[in-house]
């Protein structure tokens, strides 16, 4: 069983910033981390321990496995780096790239190729438009 604590979240979040993935989420996937940080925010309050009177933080976990779900594909959308990009790009291509060709004569080395992680990196970083 997998929980979401604050750490998790706000390291997530910093390092999401810092690649610049979170200018890419939509508002409502915005929203659900934001409050889910709210959520799980660790509370400071006062007990006593041995007769002393202490500060303990408090802090939530999220452990609804759907929100979990929801909030590990956020994490994969924040971690996401230029190459990992770039090779899903390539591998779309090179899906695409075999459901049109097939098997052609002309192409017999193509399955090769797609089987290569060297191509299906060229792929994803050629240019859009060719």
């Not at 409050?35 to 660790?42: C, G, I, Q, S």
């Amino acid at each position: 069983m997998t929980v979401v604590t604050h750490k998790m979240l706000r390291d997530k979040l910093r390092k999401g910033r810092i690649r610049g993935n979170w200018r890419v989420l939509d508002e409502n996937e915005k929203a659900l981390y934001r409050v889910a940080l709210a959520y799980t925010k660790p509370k400071r309050r006062t007990a006593r321990v041995n007769g002393r009177r202490q500060e303990i933080e408090i802090g939530r976990t999220i452990v609804q496995t759907l929100l979990v779900q929801k909030l590990l594909e956020l994490f994969e959308k924040l971690l996401e780096t230029r190459g990992m990009k770039i090779f899903k790009r390539g591998f779309a291509k090179a899906v695409e790239l075999q459901q049109r060709c097939g098997t052609v004569v002309w192409a017999s080395s193509l399955p090769q190729w797609l089987k290569d992680p060297d191509f299906i990196f060229w792929l994803g970083a050629m240019r859009r438009g060719t």
